[in-house]
């Protein structure tokens, strides 16, 4: 069964830090593609860092030099480190894993194909 949990969402100040955790399921740890997107009020979902199984990562512009994705092989957990947030970031983020990686505009990539998601954790940050 593929699953996805996401936690570690809060609220912040601007210019804070707040990491992310995304415990999967064996089955969904082993897809090729996983990743983190948002959805912002009034706003559509985006890709925001995207993860496969040699390490090698994408980002989306917004979030490059201040978010970091990573993954614990040994514990199938995904992590995105957030770092000077801005009120922009917030949103309710998900945690998702795909059988592919999908591009996207900008030369980013996310995952696609068949995609499992998580409930989603919401983060805030005030000014």
């Known amino acids: 069964q593929v699953q996805l949990q996401e936690s570690g969402g809060g609220s912040v100040q601007s210019g804070g830090s707040l990491r992310l955790s995304c415990a999967a399921s064996r089955d969904a740890y082993r897809k090729s593609c996983k990743g983190w997107f948002r959805q912002g009020p009034g706003k559509e979902r985006e890709g925001v860092a995207t993860?496969?199984?040699?390490?090698?990562?994408s980002y989306a512009d917004s979030v490059k030099g201040r978010f970091t994705i990573s993954q614990d092989n040994a514990e199938n957990v995904l992590y995105l480190q957030m770092d000077n947030l801005s009120p922009e970031d917030t949103a309710m983020y998900y945690c998702?894993?795909?059988?592919?990686?999908?591009?996207?505009?900008?030369?980013?990539?996310?995952?696609?194909?068949?995609?499992?998601w998580g409930q989603g954790t919401q983060v805030t940050v005030f000014s």
């Open positions: 993860i496969v199984r040699d390490g090698s990562t």
């Open positions: 998702a894993a795909g059988d592919l990686c999908a591009p996207a505009d900008g030369g980013h990539w996310y995952p696609g194909g068949t995609v499992e």
